[in-house]
């Protein structure tokens, strides 16, 4: 069997090629990493969640009336037979409103409510026990009840609503995801399980606000959403144009469009020391009929990986930073080659591999020009200047130095021919 050995020449040769393919990426702007500062940019762990308290109008010490609150009124002799009971009415199961007494009787657009042998009376802004002073009032004045015999009860059977829809982007995480931290950032990124619902909610007088909106629809925005909620005022007025909005909502190149019309309020939920102070007044939070509350997912706040790095699309997290390692970490990459030792976990290095890549750059685009940053690995261990912060729309890539593809070259080519020596 012929031996095969490499000579000096053919060891230079796979020098050159290698240092020719790890110099192959080039940039028009290049800088190292500890020139780039973090102060150009709002940092995330400086924000601070607003007091959610605020998203939650004060209900008064005693219901007041309005349109649409439906009475149960019993006046004896006119509404109801002196020679019978009272009829009684039980609310539905699950409404936690107490019995109602008497025949219903809605309050009207104008907040007045509609009797017998009187005049519409108006009831708008009273509590119940002062609407029923004022009915009593007006029937004794009238010569129709004697003040002392006749009874006369006031109770409320249904209480008004407010019909709203909720927009939510940030819904439908499988539980199982969550034992899977790399699968769980994946899935997220590429939006396998976004729903972008949309719920059509009743919300009750005095609960009409955006804490009870989005209680009633899942709780507070997830992880996965904006640090922000959107209200359109009087969206839509009848149940076709709801329909259109509904439908409108769901394609998401339709948004920017609905969300520049006038009576677009947006609330941060996170402010940090650059940002106003968030002051909410509870007619920014109170909600009518035809409102519409828009949760955005934040998906375009993704970092991407490639070259030695598992090529991927990576979340960023929401209320915190990660510098480059902690990003090539989510990218499931070992962070033995940034401490510059032998580590085999980097998809492409090879089983061949002696010497670890120390040479990351992170694409960004700035002003609308795009320039690498060049992390030294082995130095972003030592010092943190070098550990930039990761941006959305980054691109992450690891690669060899020339001198470390061309060692890693000719160790294994000596590896190689050893290993032929041993088969002969």
């Not at 997830?222 to 909502?249: C, K, M, Y």
């Not at 510098?323 to 090879?350: K, P």
Request: overall charge negative; some cysteine.
């Amino acid at each position: 069997m012929v031996q095969r050995r490499f000579s000096r020449e053919s060891i230079l040769a796979l020098v050159v090629i290698a240092s020719a393919i790890s110099g192959c990426t080039s940039f028009r702007h290049t800088v190292p990493g500890y020139c780039v500062g973090d102060g150009y940019y709002d940092l995330r762990s400086d924000k601070e969640p607003i007091n959610f308290l605020q998203l939650r109008q004060d209900p008064p010490e005693a219901y007041l009336l309005d349109e649409r609150d439906t009475l149960g009124i019993y006046i004896e002799g006119v509404l109801g037979s002196k020679d019978e009971p009272p009829p009684v009415h039980f609310p539905e199961e699950g409404a936690d409103t107490p019995p109602a007494i008497g025949f219903p009787m809605p309050i009207r657009e104008d907040g007045t409510v509609s009797l017998p042998l009187v005049e519409p009376i108006d009831v708008r802004g009273l509590t119940l026990a002062q609407a029923e002073r004022k009915i009593r009032g007006v029937y004794i004045q009238k010569k129709i009840l004697r003040p002392d015999r006749d009874r006369i009860i006031v109770t409320l059977m249904r209480p008004r609503t407010y019909h709203v829809l909720v927009v939510r982007e940030d819904e439908g995480l499988p539980a199982n995801l969550g034992r899977n931290p790399q699968a769980f950032a994946q899935s997220l990124a590429l939006q396998t399980m976004k729903r972008g619902m949309t719920h059509a909610v009743e919300l009750r007088a005095y609960e009409n606000d955006v804490l009870h909106a989005l209680s009633e629809t899942g709780g507070l925005p997830g992880n996965d959403a904006l640090n922000e909620v959107i209200i359109l005022r009087s969206a839509f007025t009848s149940s076709d144009e709801r329909n259109e909005f509904q439908h409108a909502f769901n394609d998401p190149s339709n948004h920017e469009e609905l969300l520049n019309r006038p009576h677009v309020m947006k609330i941060p939920l996170r402010v940090g020391p650059r940002d106003e102070v968030v002051q909410l007044s509870e007619r920014d939070i109170i909600l009518e009929t035809g409102d519409i509350v828009f949760v955005r997912s934040r998906e375009t706040e993704v970092f991407y990986t490639g070259g030695l790095l598992p090529g991927g699309q990576w979340p960023i997290p929401r209320d915190y930073d990660i510098d480059v390692l902690q990003a090539m970490a989510m990218a499931g990459s070992g962070l033995g080659s940034a401490a510059g030792t032998s580590d085999n976990s980097f998809r492409g290095q090879g089983a061949g591999a002696i010497f670890p890549a120390t040479r990351a750059l992170v694409l960004r685009e700035i002003c609308g020009e795009q320039i690498a940053i060049e992390v030294s690995l082995k130095r972003a261990m030592v010092d943190p200047a070098e550990r930039i912060l990761i941006q959305p729309g980054d691109f992450i890539v690891l690669e060899y130095r020339a001198h470390e593809l061309a060692l890693n070259i000719i160790l294994s080519t000596f590896r190689f021919n050893a290993f032929l020596n041993q088969l002969n």
